[in-house]
């Protein structure tokens, strides 16, 4: 079975502009969160949906950042403008119920 | 909210050598997972373990909530054991926090 897809793997912009990150979960999961991983933060909890609701979004770092998921299989976080501290390694996670989350395996961004 | 904590933060072990990585949680969890970061940056899950204990090859895993703590063991350990391994728990049903993880490396 396929594993959590996220794209693009690695990601370099210039500041100011806009980013799109993307994920695709393991089809039949209802759960969908995304994560920012820092040296500085560690792994935080970004945003949460269920069933395609945003549930929790109370780690979004700033007005900046919006996340969505238009379907099952598909969800999209974006940075708009992005900053050269929005740089990190952003993970996408599905799970079903109370079962374990499974991370994709990331985008690498750096905002120059 | 919850605060979750590992230790030690560092370990640097020869191959075939046995450790122990301890998680401690501040308040009583619903769920917690044990996850190895490798050198590549992928997240691999290792155990889901609210409670008990698991094996699962030359890991296993260990928690006792009512002492609020769990441990992950890894014995006969190989040059691929390297990485970060992270426990996460969660006092609810989906918000796990992180501890800051344990950095791992095996020397051949």
């Known amino acids: 079975d396929a594993g959590v897809i996220q794209s693009p793997r690695h990601e370099v912009t210039e500041m100011g502009q806009e980013v799109t990150l993307r994920c695709k979960p393991i089809s039949g999961h209802n759960s969908l969160f995304w994560y920012r991983q820092t040296m500085m933060r560690g792994l935080e909890l970004l945003i949460y949906?269920?069933?395609?609701?945003?549930?929790?979004d109370s780690g979004m770092p700033e007005d900046r950042f919006s996340a969505k998921m238009p379907n099952a299989s598909f969800s999209t976080l974006k940075i708009q403008p992005s900053e050269p501290r929005d740089s990190a390694v952003y993970f996408c996670?599905?799970?079903?119920?109370?079962?374990?989350?499974?991370f994709g395996d990331g985008t690498r961004l750096s905002i120059l | 909210g919850i605060q979750v904590e590992q230790s030690p933060p560092d370990l640097i072990l020869q191959e075939g050598a046995n450790s122990t990585l301890r998680c401690n949680f501040s308040d009583s969890v619903n769920n917690l997972q044990w996850f190895h970061q490798n050198p590549w940056g992928q997240l691999i899950n290792l155990f889901y373990i609210p409670s008990g204990t698991k094996q699962n090859g030359r890991l296993s895993a260990t928690t006792v909530a009512t002492e609020r703590y769990s441990l992950l063991y890894i014995s006969s350990s190989q040059t691929t054991d390297s990485g970060v391994y992270f426990c996460?728990?969660?006092?609810?049903?989906?918000?796990?926090?992180f501890g800051t993880g344990t950095r791992l490396k095996v020397l051949a």
């Open positions: 996460a728990a969660t006092s609810g049903t989906y918000k796990y926090i």
């Open positions: 996670a599905s799970g079903l119920g109370n079962q374990p989350q499974h």
């Open positions: 949906f269920n069933n395609n609701v945003p549930i929790d």
